[in-house]
Structure formats: C-alpha cells, structure tokens
C-alpha cells in the first residue's frame, strides 16, 4: 500500500505496520477515558490514619454495590454515585465524597464502653454520671438500649408495628438523632443495643408468633416475660427495622442481644425444635440483617452466650460460633464470670478468677473461628455476684478481666451493670490512659 500524507500538523495516515501502532495510541488514548472499574485500575484506597499503611479487606459502600479493598487497600467505583462509605475492624467509620485516586484514612479505634438501659438513658441523673466518667477515664464508648428488655423504643418511631404493640408509650428520648449526634461530637463511640427475640410487647400483640409452652399457651421465662418464635420471619422484619432506624440516627454500631432461642426445652416453636433448625433461623436471621444494613456503614455485632464458645453444639439455644461469625463484624461475648455457673476447665469458681475465664474463653473462641483477635468485643461484669458468694465485682475483679481483654487484644470491651450504676473503680484515669495509649486510642 502507497503512504499518503497530509498538509498540516499530525495530519499523517499510516499503512501497513505504521497504521497498527497509530491504532494502539488510539486504543490507549480511549482507555483514559473508560472508568477505573472497566480497567481493572484502583479508584481509591483506605490507609490508616497514623501510619499511612493500606488496610486491607475494609468494607467500601458505593451506592447499592459493597467491596473489600485488596492487599494494597485498593477499590474501584463500579457506579455513579458520588459518596464512598467505608469502615473496617478495628477502626472508625468513615464517609465522603468520590474522587479519583482519592485516599481515605482510617482512624484505629477500639472502644471501652459503658450500658444504659432503656431508663438508662433516659435517667438524667444516670446519663450524666456515665458521660462524667467517660470525661474522666479511659471510657469512650456508650451502649443505648434502642429496643430494651421489655420491648419499649425510646425515642419516636415510624414503624407502625412499634405503635401497634405499645412501644412507643414512653417516648424518653424525643430526638436521638440529636444525642447521637451529640455524643459523636464529643468522641463517644455510639452502639444501639437491639433486645430481639425476647419480646413481651410483640408477643403478646401477637400471640400466633409467641413461644408456646407443652400446652400450647403463651410461655414464661423466670422474669414472667414472653418471646417471640426465632422461626417467624415477619419478626425479623420488625427487628431490623428498629436496626434500620438506629443507623438512620446515626449510630456507628447495631448490636442484637438475645438473638437466640430461650434456654429451656419445655417450650414449642412453629417448626421442630431441632439443633440444624435453631442453627438455621438465627444465622438466617443475621445474614438477612447484615444485607438490609449494608446501605448504611453500620457495625454489626451479637452477643453471645458465654458457653456457647466452650461448647461445639448450639448449647440449645441456637447459636453456634462457627456459624455466626461469617454474618457479624464483631462478637460479643458475655464473659459474666457469674454467668459460668459449672466453672470452665480447671477453674472450678470462676468469680474468683475473672481474669483466666475472660482470657481462655476468647481464646477458646479464636481457635474455633480463626478470626483475628480485633474481632472480638466481650462484655465484662460490673455488677455484684449472684451465682457463688456474692461478692462485689470492685477495682480487683475489673481490672483483671480488662487485662485478660488487653493480653488477648479484642477490639476493647463492655462493662454491663443493669442498674446502671458505675463508679470508676478498674477504670484508668484519661490523664494517666493517654500517657499509655497508642496513635488513635482514646476519644
């Protein structure tokens, strides 16, 4: 074929070999222009805050679509929505708007929290004793009762099942969204407490979802309450929708306490009460949560009976670690020693040995998962013994399961006390935690 060229600048057709290269700047040039995704080249990545490292396997929300970040802390936008939500364990949530290349940074953080109750929190002399220690101590972190024990919701919902069944009757929050928002404002790491399956308001409203007892009535606890069937799925509905709501206002962290079945076999459900059904319906139930919160960057966390890492069956109540731990971000062990009523190996009284039942049962759990020990967040006993010699759980017996948590290296811990009742005894003064703490530690 004949070269044939043009007047003027870059005016040059090519034949032959010479048109093949043309064609591959073209093809180059085109490339630019095609996004990052369709590429296969990163369009941002999340690094820690302090040292500048990728972080690997965070958790990146762009509109419907969700990816983890590669060895590198790599994502790429697949979309056009412009807000990159991103969190990761271990670490603060974070969100902003996209840009190319951009660089998101993580802040490490491993939260030391406190309970407050439905009354809790709204009890201004309770609330404001809880936020003073967190002033003045190594505290940093808040757990608010979104759904209590009762079934009561604190602040006003759109949920029209929440009014059907009286959850709405005392509204002491009037806007938690403005609290949570406060409370963030001041470095307080928020966890929304879900009580799930343990419902006397559902229940009751809806006695064709309850637990029956060999009769076929309404069964009782010890506390006289009434639960929901685990295997009713438009429950399921109600409780992440109560989930949903706490994310909408703002909360960093859901966590479901009473996921799980009632620890007594003279009871009836809608379906055979067998171990692989009791399995199935709360993992089924996690994994629906962890899909309809996915939009909002939320933690999500379970708390977990204490044997249940000790014990490989589902301890009758349906919770088997191996099987929950894919649908959670973190676990929370209830490491009561009071709660350990048979002892564990080698410790027979365990409420004189908070520390070896703290740290040996979340080693325990990390055997049987494989999770990496930032998985972890166990709640911790604050409260006077009621299972063996009744002593107060003071400075000594706090200490030694928070040093249990520290050696062990879980994402921090919970101190529960049902009345609320907290008094700093065990608790690191802030001057005297800061002088310890590594880069982002601390609120």
Sequence with gaps: MQKQTHKGKNNVVLSGASSCKQVLILLISVLLLVPAAVQGFPSGKVVDHFTGKPVEGAVVTLGKTLQRTDAQGQFFKSNGDNRVLVRAYGYLRAEQSFAPRQEIKLVPFSPRALYLSFYGIGDRGLRNAALNLIRETELNALVIDVKGDKGMIPFPSSIPLAREVGAQKLIIIKDMKGMVHSLKENGIYTIARIVTFKDPLL???????????????????????????????????????????????????????????????????????????????????????????????????????????????????????????????????????????????????????????????????????????????????????????RRHFTAKEINQQISAVEKFGSNGWMLWNPRNVYNGEGLKKKEAFWTRAQPGEGS
């Design 203 to 389: 229940s009751l409203k809806r006695p064709d979802w309850a637990v029956r007892n060999s009769a076929g009535e309404i069964w009782h606890d010890q506390e006289k309450l009434t639960w929901i069937d685990p295997f009713v799925k438009e429950a399921w509905d109600y409780y992440i929708q109560v989930a949903i709501e706490a994310a909408q206002c703002g909360f960093d962290e859901i966590q479901f306490d009473y996921v799980r079945f009632p620890d007594s076999m003279k009871v009836r459900f809608s379906q055979p009460n067998t171990a692989e059904n009791r399995v199935r319906a709360i993992t089924g139930f996690l994994m629906e949560a962890k899909n309809r919160l996915a939009p909002y960057n939320v933690f999500l966390a379970a708390d977990i009976f204490g044997y249940v890492h000790w014990n490989y069956n589902d301890t009758d109540i349906g919770q088997k670690l191996e099987n929950l731990s894919p649908h959670l971000d973190y676990l929370s062990p209830m490491l009561y020693p009071s709660g350990f009523q048979f002892g564990i190996p080698g410790y027979r009284n365990p409420v004189a040995h908070p520390h070896e039942i703290v740290y040996l049962t979340l080693k325990k759990a990390q055997e049987r998962t494989q999770l990496p020990s930032v998985r972890f967040r166990p709640w911790l006993q604050a409260f006077r013994d009621y299972a063996f010699d």
